[in-house]
């Protein structure tokens, strides 16, 4: 970094996590230490499309030795000279990368691993999010030095605003001429506020600090490789014998979701099932050529499915007490402060009926059906719960014990058969032919949302399943590799579209039938007296 060139420094910051107090901090500090400096800003956009960007520059030699001589500063960055890219969001670091600002030979890059959703990530229907990998390899590739902190984590911790866990990374990574000490004193200068700021100053000067001495950047992906040796150290010893390494990550979450879901008989059952298509697979490709990519799909999507979503789920994560400490630490509630956490539920006979058995559950979907076909309204129960009482807490609670009702409830049997179904053709189409069982277990993407999306998507694999994956009329007349393609085009047409058309134009396109009709009630409502009266008179005689 030459002496005679400002180190040129760009802050990205999200709305509400403090970028311009960040960006004041900079100048404040600077100038406590007897340096030149200047900052300017580029609004940012609402709605997660965007970040709010602060441009510093800073004369690396104190104003004492100039002999009365100021420095001459920019207002913007120059592309590929930009000394500093600190950003506390991964996708908008690489956003100001994509921008060509960031140098390989040029740029120190002090990021966050956290991520924050942008509008069109949650608009897809699919799993719309970036993928982090590519990310963090955008990050390798386009800086000579590099930090991937989780910023996120640090500010939980110290219960701050992440301005003050990016300023201790800034101050760690020694890319300033500033004593540790000039941060902090301009940091306890903050009035109430300071001590919190401190915090998360020390944490992210830490975090930064240890990656210098240890050497330890960031390599291949945003999961390192003590994630992958915690987790198998998290498995029971059988099962990090039977299943390979490369699963590890992925199993000990899943099982450890069995067993808060229902307990250990449901953890074994979701590792019995896993056990036969690494049986398939394994079958199919005994020199692991595949990485056993088939069986690592299944940990993910079987875990997910087979921990379905009901009311017994929901009353429980609702009043759990890492869920009160998450409310009281988003609204920065105090000890002595008065909190009144309300949540709203509104159950219909689907959601009851799902806990009883076969035949009582069908007369409550059928009476519900009636009501349906008579005009009126799906049965539902608005409920206001107080989750800060007493009695909500404790009616959430008992609702949350039910968990040995639902295994005898009609909509655990009716998932786990149409759970099997998924699972003999992941199997049956692995010991065919291998790519045909891996975009079957890809399928499990499908299965997502609650209610009617829910029961949409289940309805969308198994067609996909029966007519693509099963059909004899489909198979005496397609190669296996046109099948494979024939499944994988569904898949991404039904991810693609929420009502279904995409799919059905795939599925005819590859030789399928398109899903069948479903019949719809029409429901008349009647107008008010007062409008039928207004269109009455606009009739009348003119």
Not at 24 to 48: F, K, M, N
Not at 127 to 156: K, N, P
Not at 391 to 419: N, P, T
Request: aromatic share 6%; with cysteine; hydrophobic share 45%.
């Amino acid at each position: 970094m030459s002496h005679t060139q400002p180190i040129s420094i760009l802050l990205c910051a999200l709305g509400g996590e403090g970028g311009g107090v960040l960006s004041e901090w900079l100048i404040d500090i600077a100038r406590h230490a007897g340096y030149a400096a200047q900052a300017t800003s580029i609004p940012g956009v609402a709605q997660r499309t965007g970040a709010t960007t602060y441009y510093l520059e800073v004369f690396p030699v104190p104003l004492a030795q100039l002999n009365g001589r100021r420095p001459v500063f920019g207002l913007n960055p120059l592309p590929g000279r930009l000394d500093v890219l600190v950003s506390s969001e991964l996708l908008e670091t690489a956003r100001q990368i994509g921008n060509g600002l960031a140098s390989h030979t040029h740029t120190l890059i002090l990021t966050s691993s956290a991520r924050a959703l942008t509008t069109m990530e949650k608009m897809e229907m699919g799993d719309g999010r970036r993928q982090e990998e590519g990310l963090v390899q955008l990050v390798r590739e386009h800086s000579r030095a590099h930090h991937v902190i989780d910023m996120a984590r640090l500010t939980r911790e110290a219960d701050t605003l992440v301005s003050a866990t990016m300023l201790g990374c800034i101050a760690g990574s020694g890319a300033l001429p500033f004593a540790r000490a000039d941060f902090e004193a301009v940091i306890g200068q903050r009035g109430s506020t300071a001590q919190a700021s401190l915090r998360g100053f020390a944490l992210g000067f830490d975090a930064v600090a240890q990656q210098r001495v240890q050497i330890s950047v960031i390599e291949g992906s945003l999961l390192n490789q003590e994630l992958i040796m915690n987790a198998t150290q998290g498995l029971e010893a059988d099962l990090a014998s039977i299943f390979p390494r490369n699963v590890h990550d992925l199993l000990v979450l899943g099982h450890a979701r069995m067993l808060e879901y229902q307990g250990a008989d449901y953890a074994k059952l979701y590792t019995d099932r896993l056990q036969r298509v690494l049986a398939a697979e394994r079958q199919v490709d005994p020199g692991n050529a595949n990485g056993f990519a088939t069986t690592r799909e299944m940990v993910r999507w079987l875990a997910l499915w087979m921990a379905f979503d009901d009311i017994v789920r929901v009353a429980d994560l609702k009043s759990r007490a890492s869920r009160w400490a998450r409310v009281t630490g988003e609204v920065k509630a105090k000890p002595d402060d008065l909190l009144k956490v309300y949540d709203h539920f509104k159950p219909g006979a689907p959601e009851f009926a799902a806990l009883l058995p076969a035949g009582l559950a069908t007369k409550v979907l059928n009476w519900d059906k009636r009501r349906v076909a008579s005009s009126k309204a799906p049965w539902a129960l608005p409920l206001k719960v107080g989750t800060h009482t007493v009695f909500g807490m404790l009616s959430l609670r008992v609702l949350a014990s039910l968990k040995w009702l639902r295994v005898r409830g009609s909509r655990f049997a009716h998932e786990q058969a149409m759970i099997d179904q998924w699972l003999d053709a992941v199997v049956t189409g692995t010991q065919t032919h291998w790519q045909l069982g891996h975009e079957l277990a890809l399928c499990g993407r499908l299965i997502k949302g609650y209610g009617a999306t829910n029961e949409r998507a289940k309805d969308n694999l198994l067609h996909i399943i029966n007519h693509l994956a099963r059909s004899a009329a489909f198979d005496a007349h397609t190669s296996r590799e046109d099948q494979v393609r024939a499944i994988a085009a569904a898949r991404t047409a039904a991810l693609s579209d929420e009502a279904g058309k995409a799919l059905d134009q795939a599925l005819v396109q590859h030789g399928a039938p398109a899903r069948p009709v479903k019949a719809q009630p029409v429901r008349w409502v009647k107008s008010p007296p007062g409008r039928a009266k207004a269109a009455a008179a606009s009739h009348g005689p003119q």
